[in-house]
């Protein structure tokens, strides 16, 4: 048999399930050791759970080690120990020269801190409601003033167009983002009205019935107005009001020019979807 807190190769699946399992020599809890628990008079939501302390510490190292947690002064410090949170109080550690061992304290005890300063930083929940801290406010003359806020911006851009909003501009700057350098060229795309076109996604084919850019109620850049062999479509070759070109209703729409490719596009219906000799 090893000795104890020596090292043997386990070599069963059970051993090896043992040493996964158990606890390292680093976890290991020393006979003096405990761990405490902290709640605090002026904190009501925070706690400090599992504070390794030795059992051999002065109730005045304790109170030493606690500043470094709650920031309450140790000469401010009142010392409860309790078997739970909400357990009854078993002891005042109130000699500073004795030990935790004196107070017969054990692991899973808790200490409830009283901060008997009334000016403590914490009193009054100042460190835990961020609502009564003091915030900068800007007067509203000051605020009114100042040409670099968003409602100075937003007011010169209503002076160019009443309908401007910040989604519309957001909206606008996806959309640039997003399209293809041919659709935002200044030069007109070389396609003519009355070619056979295919769209895509999609695969949609149809005819090539208006070419124009910067359409009223659309994102800038070129529109191709496409009049498609089947009811694929999103209009009848009008949008918002204002008509671009003749189509029934789902056989219209507007697509950018990156997504067309001309061609000599048959209608679907004209294509020959197989013979005998293919298999």
């Known amino acids: ?75 401010s410090m009142t010392l409860l120990l309790r078997s739970s949170e909400r357990g009854p109080i078993r002891a005042e550690l109130a000699d500073e020269a004795r030990t935790l061992a004196d107070y017969a304290v054990a692991t899973g005890d808790w200490l409830h801190l009283v901060d008997d300063d009334p000016h403590s930083a914490s009193a009054g929940g100042w460190l835990e409601d961020t609502s009564l801290a003091p915030k900068y406010e800007l007067p509203e003359g000051k605020y009114e003033s100042s040409e670099n806020t968003y409602r100075a911006y937003k007011a010169r851009m209503r002076e160019k167009d009443p309908k401007w909003s910040m989604t519309s501009e957001l909206a606008k700057k996806m959309n640039k983002r997003n399209t293809d350098h041919v659709d935002l060229a200044e030069e007109r795309p070389e396609v003519e009205v009355g070619r056979r076109v295919e769209v895509v996604p999609g695969g949609k084919r149809g005819e090539v019935m208006f070419v124009g850019r910067d359409l009223e109620g659309l994102p800038e850049g070129w529109w191709l107005g496409i009049r498609f062999d089947e009811p694929v ?28 490719t001309v061609g000599d596009f048959p209608p679907l219906d004209d294509v020959d979807e197989g013979s005998e000799d293919e298999i």
């Open 1 to 75: 048999m090893p000795s104890p807190g020596s090292y043997e190769t386990p070599t069963t699946p059970g051993a090896v399930r043992s040493y996964v399992l158990g606890r390292s020599s680093g976890q290991a809890q020393a006979a003096s050791t405990v761990l405490l628990n902290v709640n605090h008079s002026n904190l009501k939501t925070t706690r400090f759970l599992e504070l390794r302390m030795d059992l051999s510490a002065s109730i005045s190292a304790v109170k030493d080690r606690l500043y470094l947690h709650t920031g309450t002064r140790p000469a």
């Open 233 to 260: 479509g999103r209009n009848d070759g009008s949008v918002k009001g204002v008509r671009y070109f003749e189509a029934d209703m789902g056989f219209g729409g507007l697509v950018r020019p990156s997504r067309v």
